[in-house]
Structure formats: C-alpha cells, structure tokens
C-alpha cells in the first residue's frame, strides 16, 4: 500500500512539473473511435483516435443504425471504428506504470457490417486481452444492449504501448470493431496476496499481473457513475443485490452522517468515500446470524486466478473483538479464527476504511465455474456481538501463464426469460436445484443497472431452448413464506432479472420513513400513501406504500415494477428498489424535490411559474411519454396522464410518474388493446371512453389536457364553475374556436406570451383534445411543436426586456 501510495504521489508530482509534454502518461485519455471528439452525458471530453492509430489497412468509420434506450450517451456509443484486417494503436506511456484500459463495445448495425460476423482478439503490450470475442453473444448474454471492459496492465519498463484488434480468421467477412477506448495511469493497488486454502504458503506477487477487472460492487449502495469515483480513474461501482445469495441476505446499514470516514495512510483512490459509507451486516438476531453464511455467488471463467478485494469500514463499533468473522472463499477459509476479520482490531478506529486482498483459482470442473464468498461470526473468538459486515468487493482476473486474460464466450442461448420461467416453476415444484442460483457473469465486467429494454426486446426474439445456467441474477426462493399464490415471486423475480432494481427490507423501510409517520406523507395516490424517507444514511427517496387489503392495489404495484424496472429515461420517475416483505408491499422512488406539476400551477397561491418554466416541463413530459411510446418495441401507454403524475426535480426536470394503470400496447401502428376503461375524470379520452379500445392516442387526449392546465392554471374538472366551464378540455376547445382563449388564460402569463407561440401552443393543444384519435398527433409531434413554441417564446423574451 506504501508502494502504491508513493508511485500515485509521484505520478502528481510528475504532472505539475512537465506538464506540457507528457502526452498520455497522466492524463486519463478518452477516446471516441470517430473523426470528431466531443462530450458524453456526464460532460466527459473524449477525443478522436485518429492520432493514436498507428497502422489501420482497412479501417472504417462507421455510425450505429439504432440508439438503444439504455445507452447513457451516445459518445461514444453510437459511433464505431471497424476493422476488416490488423489494427494497431500506439500511445506513449510512462514507463514502471500501471495502465488502466477500458473498451467500450455497442455491438449494433453498422451500415453493410453484419455484427453477427465479428469476431476478433485485442492485445494490448503483449498480453491477451479477448480472443475470438464476440460482443454480440456476450451482450447478448448479458441481456445488455452495450458493454465495458476494463483491464489493468502491470507495469513495464516500454516506453510505448501497443493495442492491436485483430479480426478472427476462422470466419469469412470477419471484422473488428470499437466504440471507445480509455487509457488512465493508475496507482498500483496491488500488492504481496495469499492464496485461500494455501495460507500464507504460497503468495503471488499482483502487483506485476496483469488483471481483468470483472465485478465491482459497492454492497448496499447505489451505483456510483464514473464522474463519482475516486482517483479519477472513472470506475462504475454497483449494488451487489443481484449477487447475494441464500435465504437469509443480511440487512443493509449506513455509516451516520457525521462519522468522518479517515482514509488515513491509506489511498483515497482504492474506493470511494460511499462505498464505506454503506454495509450489509447479518441483522440483529445473534442466535440466528451464528447459524448461517451472509453469501455472495460469482460466476467467472474456469482456469484463472482471481484475486478478491474486500471493502471494509467499521462504524458502529469501536473496540476490538466486538465484531469478528470468519471469511470464506470457494468452501475454504481465507480469513477465519483464531485470526478473523476483526476490524477495530486492525485499523484501531471507527470509520477507517481498510481492504484486503486474497487469491483463488478456479480450476474447471462440472458445473458452472464461480466464486463463492461467505461470512459469519467468529464465535470462536467469545465475541461481543455476533455479526458480520461488508462494505464493497472487486473482483480482478489474472493472466495465466501465457499472458492470456481471455475467456470463451457466454453461452448465446443463456437468457433471462428462461431464467425466470425457470423460477416460477421451481416455486410450485420446490425442486432443489434452482435454489442454486447463479449470479453474475463470466467475462464480463457487469453493467447492472443498464439492461432495460435492451433486454425486454432480446427476450422476445430469444428462443426457449433449454440451458440451466443463467447469465442473470435471479434471487432463490428467499421469501417462500410469504405469498402461497406465486404471484408476488414473479414480480420479485422478474423485476430483480429485468430491471435489477434494489431489494429493500420492511425494516429499512419502517427505518427512513419512522415507522411511516403521518408527518412523512408527501401524497396519496390510488395505490395508497407516498412517504418521503432517506437511505443509506442520506438519499432522500420517495416510498410509495401499497395497501395490502386491495386486489388493485396488487396489480397496480406488479404493473408498476414490471414497467419501471425496465425504463430507465431522464422524463420518467426511477424506481430504486422495492420492498416486498413482512405483508407489506413498497416501492422506492427518486424523491423529487419540487413535488408535482399542479401544486404549482394553482394549488399553491404564492408560486407562479413563467410561461418558459411551463413550456419547459411541458416539454419533459412530452419526451417521457414520446418514449414510451416510442423507445420500445412494444408502445407502452401512460392511461393516467394528468398533472400530478408530472412530477420535478430539484432543477424543475419534468419526470413522468405512475405507472400502476399503464399497459404494454400492440406492436408498433398496428390497433388497439381493449380492456377496461381507467384513468382519471377530466383527462379521459371520450374515444376510448366509447369504444374501450385503447390506443397511445389515449395519452395524447390527457396530454391535451395537461397543456391547457400549464395555460389555464385551473383544475381540469372544476364543477364549482357554470355547466359549460367544469370540464377544461370542452370549455378550452370552445374558447378557441370562438377567438377568446385570451380571456380563460392564467392572469400572470397575460402579455407574457409571444401571440405566435401561444397560438402554436394552443393549436397543439387543441389538435390532442381532437374527438377522434387518429385526427390527434403523435407525442413526437406535440413535442416538436412544443419546441418550435420555446423557440419562439426565447425570441420573444428579448424583445419585451428590450422593450
Ligand atoms: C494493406 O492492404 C493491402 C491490400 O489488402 C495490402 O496489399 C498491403 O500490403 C496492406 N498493407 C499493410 C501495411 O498491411
Ligand atoms: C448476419 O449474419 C447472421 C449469421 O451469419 C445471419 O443469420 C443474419 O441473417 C445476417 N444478418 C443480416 C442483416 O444480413
Ligand atoms: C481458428 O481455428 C483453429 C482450429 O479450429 C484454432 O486453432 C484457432 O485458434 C482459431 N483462431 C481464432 C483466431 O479463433
Ligand atoms: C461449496 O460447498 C457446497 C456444499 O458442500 C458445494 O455444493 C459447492 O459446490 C462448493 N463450492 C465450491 C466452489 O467448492
Ligand atoms: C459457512 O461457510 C463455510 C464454508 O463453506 C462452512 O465451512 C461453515 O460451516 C459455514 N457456516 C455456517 C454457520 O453455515
Ligand atoms: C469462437 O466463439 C464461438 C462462439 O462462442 C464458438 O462457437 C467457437 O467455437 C469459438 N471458436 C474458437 C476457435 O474458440
Ligand atoms: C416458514 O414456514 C415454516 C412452516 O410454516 C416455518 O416453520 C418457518 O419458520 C417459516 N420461516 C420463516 C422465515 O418465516
């Protein structure tokens, strides 16, 4: 660690001096295989490749046919660099420094490429980074849409190194491809490790391999993106739900928000402050946690090494042998009694993170091949409490003994549909052998939180052949007590397999929303209270709690999962996590600051929106819902689209919120879905109201609605109000077709408004409130006109302050 701690000083120390010519050796370089460089969602800078390309007989430069919903940003997805013959890039480098490589593969259409024919091997100094690597199968897998592979070089004393992509000649019309390549010196976090089951009697040396960097967790958190972590080395960090294996999973802590968390002597860069900062311990019941192993499943490549990084910061305890436990890796110990993980003991105070570091191999054998972590109380030590804890973990490949990283490539047929059918049958049967659940991915450095319709869409057009082992995360029967009907464990497992949203427990939930204290209602909505609660020591979120007793409230919920975890877009509300447990049923949202579009519009006398403010979350919202209906293959319609279901942030981004009614339409322009007539008073399209046939137009109907709200400010049934006024939607369409819309607009906007842009607004308005569906406009419409009405309003601002 001292080493590390020195080599990372030194890399600082070797900026501020020279600066101005050290090409790549400190900088952390991005790499946007294109012509152009720019900047990603997050506000990254990447750069163009083409100067680090050294030889590329046969390179194309390439744009993606199709943006996938979950790609975060389109640099450097949605553009490629393709290679039909060897490829090499050349970066100038320090020497004796350790290099960080990641790739970035979107395995898509590439204009007269056929994706399915690429196969290649990448090196990289020498070493064997992927061979006969398919990014389609492996995403395909992994059910993901795109992928990131990170890799870490040891050090070496060239001056130069050398990535080359080498096209497999095994099949005809093979080619390679990449999206992105980063390129960041790194400290070197490595060091002297022990083999598990060896002792101390055989140590590898990891601070000279190199690694493939295959999971990394932060246990009981949130994802951290890259722009969060330490050391700038723009690592992911996940949450380690989908990993947790076994009946019992532990319950989730939080360090208290005003413990200093002390990295001390050592690196800030090994992990971020709130990887330490969340835990997932055994639970309160010391009888019971002395009876069973907190558990984590890996499923890797058979016949490598791995070295596993365990995270750990105490901060509840503070004296020696009051927490103690045993650690277990693949059955055999790697840290047990009489010398246990006893943290205050080794680093002599609370809130010091520390890690350590122990080395498996995995030999090949039947089955799939995986790494198994465990914990459980030292109760060999007499400790005072009996309890476990676990604050993050990484998980590194090394090179074998021919500098090869390289794995084979996931089975294509394993997939998550078969996965969850899987689990629903074995809750009926109770076979065994599905308790067995394997979680993670060989090969593949997990992109958890980014499946989303990607998957929704490969679940479709997959097969049913039979294969067991699945690539996706599907928790086992761990709540076999609670519901006899089956339902409830369908929506658990597809929404952890689909979406991977996080597992709350009724305890956490009780915790951050003090028992659901009235004082923390923030709305009611059909399926029950809203409550504004924290987690993980701090996150604000919104928790919706389900009133057990009803039917519809039960649908509502399994309908809201199933859509949520599966969409993720910057207009709609995410859904963190569930809670499924103790007869109570909860959903946890991002909280949204600023509350719902109608409170500020005339359910609050003080706040007056501008007309820009309004035409701005108008705008949000119509994105949200252009992409549901849109984004996916299958439309998806809102059916409860009014005001209070536009919900804002803090920075007054319009999200689109509950989804308990919304259903799965047809196939793209092909009819309707008949069911029940839903929805609210005042928004409901009289079309499907007739006919109860449902169409997304049914969405642009209460959108229409939603408009004429933002420029009326007044409810959308208001039966205070003379007959031919209670209804907004007749009331404004009589308005506008008699010339005198000015008169029921809101009194603050009067002379606010450009007359050419509200004339768009209101004709956009009126043409949604059209009696027949097809006469009304696509979302894509309204929210282009809604564009063009913004843009002639930021005229027109100038003007009237010129004025
Ligand atoms: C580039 O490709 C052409 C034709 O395929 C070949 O003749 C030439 O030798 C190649 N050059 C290099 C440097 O590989
Ligand atoms: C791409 O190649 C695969 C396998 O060779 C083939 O099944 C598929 O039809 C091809 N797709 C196109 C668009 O040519
Ligand atoms: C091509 O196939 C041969 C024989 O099956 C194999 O030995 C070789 O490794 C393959 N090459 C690549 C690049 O996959
Ligand atoms: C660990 O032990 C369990 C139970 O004995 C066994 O099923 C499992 O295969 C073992 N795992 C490894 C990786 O050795
Ligand atoms: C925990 O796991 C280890 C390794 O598989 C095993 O030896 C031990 O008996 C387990 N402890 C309990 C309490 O299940
Ligand atoms: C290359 O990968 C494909 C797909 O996984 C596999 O079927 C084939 O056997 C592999 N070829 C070699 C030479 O490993
Ligand atoms: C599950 O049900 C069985 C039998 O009804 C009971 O013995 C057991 O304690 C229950 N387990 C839990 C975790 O509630």
Same mark, same amino acid.
Request: proline fraction near 4%.
């Given at each position: 660690?001292?080493?590390?701690?020195?080599?990372?000083?030194?890399?600082?120390?070797?900026?501020?001096?020279?600066?101005?010519?050290?090409?790549?050796?400190?900088?952390?370089? *991005?790499?946007?295989?294109?012509?152009?460089?720019?900047?990603?969602?997050?506000?990254?800078?990447?750069?163009?490749?083409?100067?680090?390309?050294?030889?590329?007989?046969?390179?194309? !430069?390439?744009? *993606?046919?199709?943006?996938?919903?979950?790609?975060?940003?389109?640099?450097?997805?949605?553009?490629?660099?393709?290679?039909?013959?060897?490829?090499?890039?050349?970066?100038?480098?320090?020497?004796?420094?350790?290099?960080?490589?990641?790739?970035?593969?979107?395995?898509?259409?590439?204009?007269?490429?056929?994706?399915?024919?690429?196969?290649?091997?990448?090196?990289?100094?020498?070493?064997?980074?992927? %061979?006969?690597?398919?990014?389609?199968?492996?995403?395909?897998?992994?059910?993901?849409?795109?992928?990131?592979?990170?890799?870490?070089?040891?050090?070496?004393?060239?001056?130069?190194?050398?990535?080359?992509? $080498?096209?497999?000649?095994?099949?005809?019309?093979?080619?390679?491809?990449?999206?992105?390549?980063?390129?960041?010196?790194?400290?070197?976090?490595?060091?002297?490790?022990?083999?598990?089951?060896?002792?101390?009697?055989?140590?590898?040396?990891?601070? !000279?391999?190199?690694?493939?960097?295959?999971?990394?967790?932060?246990?009981?958190?949130?994802?951290?993106?890259?722009?969060?972590?330490?050391?700038?080395?723009?690592?992911?960090?996940?949450?380690?739900?989908?990993?947790?294996?076994?009946?019992?999973?532990?319950?989730?802590?939080?360090?208290?928000?005003?413990?200093?968390?002390?990295?001390?002597?050592?690196?800030?860069?090994?992990? @971020?402050?709130?990887?330490?900062?969340?835990?997932?311990?055994?639970?309160?019941?010391?009888?019971?946690?002395? %009876?069973?192993?907190?558990?984590?499943?890996?499923?890797?490549?058979?016949?490598?090494?791995?070295?596993?990084?365990?995270?750990?910061?105490?901060?509840?305890?503070?004296?020696?042998? +009051?927490?103690?436990?045993?650690?277990?890796?693949?059955?055999?110990?790697? +840290?047990?009694?009489?010398? @246990?993980?006893?943290?205050?003991?080794?680093?002599?105070?609370?809130?010091?993170?520390?890690?350590?570091?122990?080395?498996?191999?995995?030999?090949?054998? @039947?089955?799939?091949?995986?790494?198994?972590?465990?914990?459980?109380?030292?109760?060999?030590?007499?400790?005072?409490?009996?309890?476990?804890?676990?604050?993050?973990?990484?998980?590194?490949?090394?090179?074998?003994?021919?500098?090869?990283?390289?794995?084979?490539?996931?089975?294509?047929?394993?997939?998550?549909?078969?996965?969850?059918?899987? +689990?629903?049958?074995?809750?009926?049967?109770?076979?065994?052998?599905?308790?067995?659940?394997?979680?993670? *991915?060989?090969?593949?450095?997990?992109?958890?939180?980014?499946?989303?319709?990607?998957?929704?869409?490969?679940?479709?057009?997959?097969?049913?052949?039979?294969?067991?082992?699945?690539?996706?995360?599907?928790?086992?029967?761990?709540?076999?007590?609670?519901?006899?009907?089956?339902?409830?464990?369908?929506?658990?497992?597809?929404?952890?397999?689909?979406?991977?949203?996080?597992?709350?427990?009724?305890?956490?939930?009780?915790?951050?929303?003090?028992?659901?204290?009235?004082?923390?209602?923030?709305?009611?909505?059909?399926?029950?209270?809203?409550?504004?609660?924290?987690?993980?020591?701090?996150?604000?979120?919104?928790? %919706?709690?389900?009133? @057990?007793?009803?039917?519809?409230?039960?649908?509502?919920?399994?309908?809201?999962?199933?859509?949520?975890?599966?969409?993720?877009?910057?207009?709609?509300?995410?859904?963190?996590?569930?809670?499924?447990?103790?007869?109570?049923?909860?959903?946890?949202?991002?909280?949204?600051?600023?509350?719902?579009?109608?409170?500020?519009?005339?359910?609050?006398?003080?706040?007056?929106?501008?007309?820009?403010?309004?035409?701005?979350?108008?705008?949000?919202?119509?994105?949200?819902?252009?992409?549901?209906?849109?984004?996916? %293959?299958?439309?998806?319609?809102?059916?409860?689209?009014?005001? $209070?279901?536009?919900?804002?942030?803090?920075?007054?981004?319009?999200?689109?919120?509950?989804?308990? !009614?919304?259903?799965?339409?047809?196939?793209?322009?092909?009819?309707?879905?008949?069911?029940?007539?839903?929805?609210?008073?005042?928004?409901?399209?009289?079309?499907?109201?007739?006919?109860? +046939?449902?169409?997304?137009?049914?969405?642009?109907?209460?959108?229409?609605?939603?408009?004429?709200?933002?420029?009326?400010?007044?409810?959308?049934?208001?039966?205070?109000?003379?007959?031919?006024?209670?209804?907004?939607?007749?009331?404004?369409?009589?308005?506008?077709?008699?010339?005198?819309?000015?008169?029921?607009?809101?009194?603050?906007?009067?002379?606010?408004?450009?007359?050419?842009?509200?004339?768009?607004?209101?004709? $956009?308005?009126?043409?949604?409130?059209?009696?027949?569906?097809?006469?009304?406009?696509?979302?894509?419409?309204?929210?282009?006109?809604?564009?063009?009405?913004?843009?002639?309003?930021?005229? $027109?601002?100038?003007?009237?302050?010129?004025?």
């Amino acid at each position: 660690m001292k080493e590390g701690q020195h080599s990372w000083l030194s890399i600082v120390w070797f900026c501020l001096i020279c600066n101005a010519f050290v090409l790549v050796s400190s900088q952390p370089l *991005a790499l946007n295989c294109n012509s152009k460089g720019g900047k990603d969602e997050d506000g990254r800078k990447w750069e163009p490749d083409e100067k680090y390309l050294k030889s590329s007989n046969g390179s194309t !430069l390439v744009q *993606a046919g199709y943006q996938d919903p979950s790609l975060l940003s389109k640099i450097p997805y949605m553009n490629a660099r393709i290679f039909t013959s060897l490829a090499t890039y050349e970066f100038r480098i320090k020497s004796e420094e350790r290099y960080l490589i990641r790739f970035h593969f979107y395995p898509s259409g590439y204009s007269k490429f056929n994706i399915s024919n690429s196969y290649f091997s990448v090196t990289a100094g020498g070493v064997t980074l992927m %061979k006969n690597f398919s990014a389609e199968i492996t995403c395909k897998a992994l059910t993901q849409a795109y992928l990131v592979r990170e890799y870490s070089l040891a050090p070496s004393d060239s001056k130069t190194l050398t990535i080359t992509f $080498t096209p497999s000649k095994n099949y005809t019309n093979s080619f390679a491809f990449i999206n992105g390549i980063e390129l960041i010196a790194m400290p070197n976090l490595f060091g002297m490790t022990g083999m598990v089951g060896l002792g101390y009697l055989k140590e590898i040396d990891v601070s !000279l391999e190199n690694l493939q960097a295959m999971f990394r967790l932060n246990v009981c958190g949130q994802t951290i993106p890259p722009s969060k972590d330490s050391g700038a080395m723009y690592r992911i960090w996940y949450n380690d739900d989908p990993y947790i294996f076994g009946s019992t999973l532990g319950i989730c802590t939080g360090a208290p928000k005003d413990l200093k968390i002390d990295y001390g002597k050592s690196l800030r860069s090994t992990a @971020p402050e709130d990887v330490y900062r969340t835990a997932r311990s055994m639970g309160e019941d010391a009888g019971l946690n002395t %009876k069973f192993n907190l558990t984590w499943i890996f499923q890797v490549d058979a016949n490598f090494i791995y070295v596993v990084r365990f995270h750990f910061c105490e901060f509840v305890y503070d004296s020696p042998n +009051q927490r103690a436990f045993n650690v277990y890796i693949n059955n055999k110990s790697a +840290q047990v009694a009489p010398h @246990p993980v006893d943290l205050i003991d080794w680093t002599r105070k609370k809130g010091a993170p520390i890690y350590k570091d122990y080395a498996v191999h995995v030999a090949d054998g @039947p089955g799939d091949a995986m790494i198994l972590i465990q914990m459980t109380p030292a109760t060999e030590m007499k400790t005072q409490f009996h309890d476990s804890l676990l604050n993050g973990v990484e998980i590194f490949k090394l090179n074998d003994g021919n500098k090869n990283l390289a794995g084979r490539n996931p089975h294509p047929s394993s997939m998550l549909l078969k996965a969850v059918t899987e +689990q629903e049958r074995s809750f009926d049967t109770k076979s065994d052998n599905n308790n067995a659940v394997i979680a993670g *991915a060989a090969a593949a450095f997990v992109l958890v939180a980014l499946t989303v319709l990607a998957s929704r869409k490969r679940k479709q057009e997959a097969g049913v052949e039979a294969h067991t082992s699945s690539w996706l995360p599907v928790r086992g029967n761990s709540h076999s007590n609670e519901s006899k009907d089956g339902k409830s464990h369908n929506s658990h497992a597809l929404a952890l397999a689909q979406g991977l949203s996080r597992h709350f427990f009724i305890s956490e939930i009780r915790q951050s929303t003090k028992n659901f204290d009235d004082s923390n209602v923030i709305g009611v909505g059909g399926f029950g209270n809203v409550y504004k609660g924290v987690i993980d020591g701090g996150t604000k979120v919104a928790i %919706k709690r389900s009133n @057990p007793t009803s039917e519809q409230g039960i649908n509502e919920f399994q309908t809201e999962v199933d859509m949520l975890s599966k969409l993720r877009h910057k207009h709609l509300v995410s859904l963190i996590g569930f809670c499924e447990d103790g007869g109570e049923m909860c959903l946890v949202y991002d909280y949204m600051a600023l509350g719902t579009l109608r409170e500020h519009l005339y359910s609050n006398e003080e706040a007056h929106l501008s007309w820009k403010q309004r035409l701005e979350i108008c705008i949000g919202a119509a994105r949200g819902l252009h992409y549901l209906h849109t984004g996916a %293959k299958y439309t998806i319609i809102h059916r409860d689209v009014k005001t $209070t279901n536009i919900l804002l942030d803090e920075k007054w981004v319009a999200k689109v919120s509950d989804f308990g !009614l919304s259903k799965t339409g047809p196939e793209m322009n092909q009819g309707h879905v008949s069911t029940v007539v839903k929805g609210s008073f005042g928004y409901l399209d009289p079309e499907y109201f007739r006919r109860q +046939q449902l169409t997304e137009k049914s969405d642009v109907y209460s959108f229409g609605v939603v408009l004429f709200e933002a420029l009326c400010a007044r409810p959308a049934l208001n039966p205070k109000l003379p007959k031919e006024q209670v209804s907004l939607a007749d009331w404004a369409r009589h308005c506008h077709k008699k010339g005198t819309l000015e008169e029921i607009i809101d009194p603050h906007l009067k002379g606010k408004i450009k007359p050419e842009c509200l004339k768009i607004f209101a004709d $956009t308005a009126v043409k949604c409130l059209s009696d027949q569906g097809i006469q009304r406009p696509h979302m894509g419409d309204v929210l282009w006109n809604l564009e063009f009405a913004l843009q002639m309003h930021g005229t $027109t601002e100038a003007s009237t302050e010129a004025e």
